[in-house]
């Protein structure tokens, strides 16, 4: 759904340990390119300006973050959660599909290009894209609503995370 400004409402994506700054700043990129107005960073997913920071270290991961951002992670409403299973628990309360984006687990998956995708998802979803190599940690599988994955024919068996989540937002959006 678009608002009247063009920003694709309902969709919150969430970054879960994704450990390069570059891929953080890409997929910021690509949430603004869509049209998205915020997004949450959890786990040891860096922060964008994080005072938490010494300010050597924090200049340092801003401008790595802008490498890929190149802005856009100045044009997005970005939030830092401490307790992802919490967060996740009242996005539900609100009444949000719980999306994460996986491959290869013991569950069922909904491919990305599945026809009516939309129908199972609805208007307002959280996405959670996690960590480059072990995806998203066992101990959140419980809470997530749907599952979805982005078909692959290549000897790879999967997507860089910033890919994926720009080809899965796309078909989130466009679906």
Do not use: W
């Amino acid at each position: 759904q678009t608002s009247k400004s063009g920003s694709v409402m309902g969709i919150v994506p969430v970054l879960h340990n994704i450990r390069s700054c570059y891929n953080v700043g890409a997929i910021l990129r690509t949430c603004e390119g869509f049209g998205l107005s915020s997004v949450i960073l959890s786990g040891y997913t860096p922060r964008i300006h994080d005072e938490n920071l010494l300010p050597h270290l924090r200049n340092k991961l801003d401008k790595e973050i802008h490498k890929t951002a190149l802005g856009a992670e100045d044009m997005l409403k970005i939030e830092a959660a401490e307790d992802l299973s919490a967060l996740i628990l009242a996005y539900k309360s609100q009444g949000f599909k719980i999306v994460g984006l996986e491959n290869n687990i013991e569950k069922p998956l909904c491919q990305i290009n599945s026809p009516r995708l939309h129908e199972k998802l609805g208007d307002k979803i959280v996405l959670i894209l996690g960590e480059e190599v072990n995806g998203i940690p066992e101990e959140l599988f419980d809470l997530i609503d749907i599952f979805v994955e982005i078909p692959m024919n290549g000897k790879k068996e999967s997507f860089n995370v910033s890919v994926a989540a720009g080809i899965a937002l796309y078909g989130i959006i466009y679906s």
